[in-house]
């Protein structure tokens, strides 16, 4: 099945020709995956082999502006610097578009404005192709539920299926070919006193990226075989965490899923590995600390840097062992 | 089943109550697992859940001798140092001596010289008890063949089967449950352009023993479930790259058989990570070798410390990547 066939399902009165507005804008937060995803069962329509859950990070994302340009091709900007046309991002992003205009009667200048770094482990293209699907939605004003715009961003990217959302988010595997039961949607689970913390490893961009990863890890890691398995059971422990808010349960499940999932990378031919010297280190002194009654646990994406769990009545003492550590607070 | 049953069944004809001799003596080589034992059928008798390969380093090793000694208990000393009766080193050994003396009518003083790091990933028991075992076999003048030693030898640390020839030696998994079939044996390959080079990270005693590691590992961790169908993939290539003298194929099948190793690891819970930060640049550092053209593989033991496996040809070029590293010669 194609992208364009889900697209003709979603829009089932027929696409409009044209954007209503001049302007469309939207942010979408980034997320965190507590339970990851990692690896697809269909690589067009991203849908991907198991469930995942993750949580928002507020006030970190993505935030989209579209204007209509008169010109006939697209201008990309990210962080205020247009992207040569030629580059990756510019290429996703305008095959996107594609996906709404099989007429290419309009163009666009995308701006996107981040504020996380580019392709470093922190689902930069989750909260990327989150908001360019709400911002859409504005321009067109398609007046679209949710679930179908996380149906839409999945087709940009797996995870932005998930950035539309505040708090606890469960994106569906689903079962069916064409991918319309693979949304994502909120859980309704509040934690006040759960904070993560970013802990910067490195901010460049990193040299496998993550679709290219899941794949070579797919094709070629024989120990791939147990992650839909190991994904079933985090995913019990996870949702039972939350429902009586245990955080050794919650915490102990998304450190050994993260593991989890590197540990599949190392065993791919070449091998894929995302940790750095200095994220090993951090990784022995979260161990050491566990040890000591220090309640922190940590959780990794495709990317060197660690993102830490822990409770409120803990932040000082976190803040005092990692000094670089950027808090942040995940309900208000 | 029970080792003093398997002691019965080597000696047929009856153990001897005393030592033939005053002393006995015998040297033994470490050697380093290509494919990895990971894993136990039987915790008793050490019997592996896969088969395993390995290649003798010919002058690092343990040599082991003993003397009969009058007081009526054994006195281990290691490197010069004699250690207290309560250590675990102290109880194995002694554990292991009972094994050949039911009626407890002799003692013996066992001085152990390794001239390798203790416990620190590099076979340091594999190497003892295999010494310990010919030492035994020299004292009592036994005259078993190596065969018979490689099963004692098991009964005290499993890789110590592996300890009994120079260059390549399987040990086969075996079906049996007594573990008669359960033995090493040379590989009659001779391949004098592989070398080996130590890349010590540390030398100090790592916090989490090899056994308890494997031990958790097979009971807590979901990927280990795919170790036997990896070992079983990685030993026909590694057999094949013996026969055709493929250094790419060994090295390749080497590194991703210990990668996957220490992948079950940190999938196990709390998680078993023998990575230091200096383990994983070390890694990154053979990983961009490798990209420009310089064919240089490790693999890793329960511990930091890496092996790396190159050619002859190369010898120059990876001590000037490595300064520290020490380089082994295989074969003469």
């Not at 679930?147 to 069916?176: C, T």
């Not at 309704?188 to 990193?206: F, M, N, Q, R, T």
Request: glycine fraction near 6%; include cysteine.
């Amino acid at each position: 099945m194609k992208k364009s066939d889900v697209i003709q399902m979603i829009f089932h009165h027929g696409l409009a020709k044209e954007p209503q507005h001049e302007k469309g804008l939207a942010f979408a937060p980034t997320n965190i995956a507590l339970c990851k995803y990692w690896g697809k069962r269909d690589t067009e329509l991203n849908l991907p082999m198991t469930s995942s859950l993750s949580v928002a990070l507020p006030d970190k994302g993505a935030m989209t502006t579209l204007s209509r340009r008169h010109e006939e091709n697209d201008l990309i900007v990210l962080n205020g610097k247009e992207l040569a046309y030629d580059s990756v991002f510019v290429t996703r992003t305008c095959q996107f578009l594609d996906l709404f205009r099989p007429e290419k009667k309009w163009y666009l200048q995308v701006d996107i404005n981040m504020n996380i770094p580019v392709a470093a482990g922190l689902a930069s293209s989750a909260c990327g192709f989150a908001s360019l699907t709400s911002a859409l939605n504005d321009l067109f004003d398609w007046k679209l539920p949710k679930r179908d715009l996380s149906l839409l961003a999945r087709l940009g990217s797996g995870s932005a299926a998930r950035s539309f959302w505040s708090g606890f988010v469960e994106w569906h595997a689903g079962s069916q070919s064409d991918g319309m039961d693979s949304y994502a949607e909120p859980l309704a689970y509040e934690w006040p006193e759960l904070h993560v913390g970013i802990l910067s490893i490195a901010d460049h961009e990193k040299s496998v990226l993550s679709r290219e990863a899941m794949q070579r890890t797919v094709d070629g890691s024989i120990l791939y075989g147990m992650w839909p398995k190991k994904v079933a059971r985090d995913m019990v422990i996870l949702r039972q965490a939350l429902q009586v808010k245990n955080f050794s349960l919650l915490g102990g499940a998304s450190e050994s899923n993260a593991l989890t999932m590197h540990a599949t990378m190392l065993s791919s031919w070449p091998p894929i590995c995302y940790f750095l010297p200095e994220t090993i280190a951090a990784m022995h002194k979260i161990w050491d600390l566990r040890r000591n009654g220090l309640e922190v646990y940590f959780t990794e994406d495709a990317g060197p840097n660690l993102k830490l769990l822990f409770l409120e009545k803990n932040i000082k003492k976190v803040e005092e062992q990692f000094p670089r550590i950027e808090v942040i607070r995940l309900f208000e």
